[in-house]
């Protein structure tokens, strides 16, 4: 059975190209600073929003129909990973993601789930060795069922948090029986909507708790991959503890989780945390825990996370030009975390979002390539520190002086030399480049 009947397998024909069903950037197999566009890339297909996502929202029903054709459970979450695996190969998607719930019938019981998730984890294995692809990420989605109204490792119940733990013990299964290089913890609603009801240090001990013994079961059964934290800072909760990448790396250090947990950093949660895309990239890099990205964009103008297909070129240009100086990809790769609007409703309308996402990205790593090759913006930061490379600054930076060394210093010196940060010419540099 073929799913996506108008949408064919889809080929790079260049930027003079008309057809919508075709990549204007993203050319696979082309080399960019050594690595295929591919390698760099490492696109990934989210199986909630693709497989599942329905168009509903809180003020309308279901628009676009993800039935697959089928009603019984069990018969639609295989048509549905038929689907999946078909429209990763159209489009040359070669990882995908999953929370266990997005793959498995939810059934009316854990143990259901647990069963329905062992077979369907089988059926997804056959399909991955039969069209060749790749598991980025596995996950469990312990924010949707009403046992996890007050959270999950950080709810008030115990009860919750050991079927929490008993999902996550399963999807870890589910991630290592299919290769899977990574598994993400995204706190839904490890969070709070008051502090009147809530014990924050006990829940965030317990959260701790979880994620070690999730580290310890995964290592014991040859998961070699990497465990993720994706920060988001609110929503559905009204604070979650996972806030941005700088408040997750002070909860990795205190409790001693920053050597299995890196990053999942997505673009839509670092504008709800009030910083940009980038800026929390950067973070990460720089604090060694840059691990793996979900692509999507927000609506500035929208105060929640609408988890759009990015095609903002700036942005990607600026987050493939963080990846390439954190060295790429190793276990993580560029997730989909996004969604077809509402309206976009027919069939197709998926296959053209993300031709919209991967070409966006295509260009955003060329261009990342072309300001890394121009070596201005590089060498105008690098000028603009250049006072520590000597005298007095050397000395700073290498631990060296002393605030009265630095006082006899001043004094003798009237008053400082400084120069400007030059933001509108780099803007406009930028530019330049981007444009030629
Ligand atoms: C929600 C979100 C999740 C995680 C995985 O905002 O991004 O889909 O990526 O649980
Ligand atoms: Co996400």
Redesign the pocket.
């Known amino acids: 059975m073929e799913y996506f009947k108008k949408v064919p397998v889809i080929q790079f024909e260049g930027k003079e190209s008309k057809n919508p069903y075709a990549f204007k950037y993203y050319n696979p197999e082309s080399i960019v600073m050594g690595k295929s566009m591919k390698e760099h890339l490492k696109f990934a297909l989210s199986y909630?929003h693709t497989m599942c996502g329905n168009g509903n929202d809180p003020f309308g029903s279901a628009t676009i129909d993800r039935s697959y054709g089928q009603s019984d459970p069990m018969e639609h979450a295989k048509a549905k990973a038929d689907a999946a695996f078909e429209l990763m190969n159209k489009l040359g998607i070669e990882y995908f993601c999953f929370?266990d719930v997005d793959i498995a019938p939810e059934g009316d019981s854990i143990a259901e789930l647990k069963d329905n998730l062992a077979e369907i984890t089988g059926y997804i294995k056959g399909l991955m060795d039969t069209y060749q692809k790749k598991l980025l990420w596995g996950?469990a989605?312990c924010f949707s069922h009403p046992r996890y109204m007050h959270g999950a490792g950080t709810s008030c119940s115990a009860d919750s948090f050991a079927f929490a733990a008993t999902q996550i013990k399963n999807a870890i299964d589910a991630t290592i029986q299919l290769g899977g290089s990574g598994y993400?913890f995204?706190g839904?609603r490890e969070g709070y909507d008051t502090l009147l009801n809530t014990n924050m240090a006990l829940e965030q001990d317990n959260m701790a708790r979880l994620m070690k013994m999730a580290v310890d079961y995964g290592r014991k059964n040859g998961f070699k991959g990497d465990f993720y934290i994706?920060p988001?800072p609110k929503e559905p909760t009204k604070h979650q503890y996972d806030f941005d990448v700088a408040t997750v790396l002070a909860f990795l250090r205190k409790y001693g989780l920053e050597k299995d947990f890196k990053m999942?950093i997505?673009a839509n949660?670092a504008t709800l945390a009030g910083h940009n895309f980038q800026h929390e990239l950067r973070v990460a890099r720089e604090n060694n825990a840059f691990g793996s990205i979900?692509a999507n964009q927000g609506d500035l103008l929208l105060g929640w996370?609408t988890?759009q297909f990015p095609t903002n070129v700036y942005e990607s240009t600026l987050c493939m030009y963080e990846v390439i100086k954190a060295g790429g990809f190793t276990n993580g790769g560029l997730n989909f975390?996004a969604k077809v609007k509402r309206s976009s409703f027919e069939p197709e309308d998926i296959a053209l979002a993300y031709i919209a996402g991967m070409d966006s990205f295509a260009l955003g790593l060329l261009f990342a390539v072309k300001i890394i090759e121009d070596g201005r913006i590089d060498g105008f930061v690098e000028d603009r520190y250049a006072s520590y490379q000597s005298g007095i600054g050397k000395a700073i930076v290498e631990g060296k002086t002393s605030l009265e060394e630095l006082e006899k210093y001043a004094l003798s010196k009237g008053e400082v030399e400084i120069t400007s940060g030059k933001q509108e010419y780099l803007e406009t540099l930028l530019n330049n480049i981007i444009f030629g």
């Open positions: 909630w929370h996950t989605n993400v995204w839904g994706e988001k999942n997505e949660h979900d996370d988890d975390d």
